[in-house]
């Protein structure tokens, strides 16, 4: 099967790959908008997109892209997110002048650089895209910040391990594909609605889930472009049993001005 990532060999996007799909071939993408063509026009099968962040929240554009092209989720892996600062071989850090990155890896790394003032972070497409480069162009005095993956993929030395400011860094992707997959004995889903603009139409909606049984565990508001001060809400919910979430499904149709499903899986962590 062809899955589609955002970045290249080496990219946590490619590892989440690798691990949710037992073979693949990789379509690599510079940007999203290109994966979710790719998916759109039939060139890839499945795409792996990042949606959210333990330290940085939603990946809003995301939410968005999903959405407009009516893709369908129908799965999901979190990633543990460990950056790690590589050269080509042979050099000190104290030689290091430049520092290229993905703008998120470097924001999640910056309290490590307090140390080291004279190298100058630079914002680069993907995590592993300058890995390459150091590696393809031989590009001495700059270093890149990517998985250990990368570093073993383009022959590269690692000068410092986990330098990210947190941890415990997580990173949930989800799989998309472009038609809806009909599973049966799914337990988690992903919904969009939009209410009327009125006091208590939210916490009603919130309340009815919870009289179904639904657990809510997650909920993030875009506003809706072409009617300012509306929101769309995006929500992910799991529950035990179907009935009460077909149940649920059918108030929130009668409740909301608008409503999808925007997936139906199975919950990684049940």
């Given at each position: ?15 989440v ?21 790719s ?33 369908s ?43 080291y ?10 995590t ?27 022959n ?10 947190i ?6 992707f ?21 209410l ?9 909606i919130l ?10 565990t997650?909920?993030?508001s ?18 035990d ?30």
């Amino acid at each position: 099967m062809k899955v589609s990532i955002q970045g290249v060999k080496g990219s946590f996007h490619h590892l989440v790959a690798a691990n949710y799909f037992s073979s693949l071939e990789l379509n690599e993408c510079s940007t999203f908008d290109k994966l979710v063509k790719s998916i759109i026009d039939e060139d890839s099968e499945y795409g792996v997109m990042a949606i959210e962040n333990s330290i940085a929240g939603s990946i809003l554009p995301n939410y968005a892209l999903i959405d407009e092209y009516n893709l369908s989720i129908t799965g999901e892996y979190s990633q543990s997110i460990d950056h790690n600062l590589m050269c080509l071989p042979g050099q000190n850090i104290d030689k290091i002048d430049e520092v290229h990155s993905h703008p998120m890896a470097l924001l999640q790394c910056t309290k490590f650089f307090t140390k080291y003032p004279k190298i100058k972070l630079i914002e680069s497409e993907d995590t592993a895209l300058f890995a390459k480069k150091i590696s393809e162009y031989k590009i001495n005095r700059v270093g890149a910040i990517a998985s250990k993956e990368a570093a073993e993929i383009y022959n590269l030395e690692i000068l410092n391990s986990s330098i990210q400011t947190i941890k415990n860094n997580m990173t949930r992707f989800v799989i998309v594909e472009k038609n809806k997959k009909h599973i049966s004995n799914f337990n988690k889903a992903a919904l969009k609605f939009i209410l009327d603009h009125k006091r208590g139409s939210l916490a009603s909606i919130l309340n009815m889930m919870s009289d179904c049984k639904l657990n809510l565990t997650k909920i993030q508001s875009l506003p809706v472009i072409k009617t300012p001060g509306k929101y769309a809400f995006f929500v992910d919910i799991t529950f035990d049993s179907i009935d009460n979430y077909q149940k649920a499904i059918k108030i929130i149709e009668l409740m909301a001005q608008e409503f999808k499903i925007l997936g139906e899986y199975k919950d990684q962590k049940l």
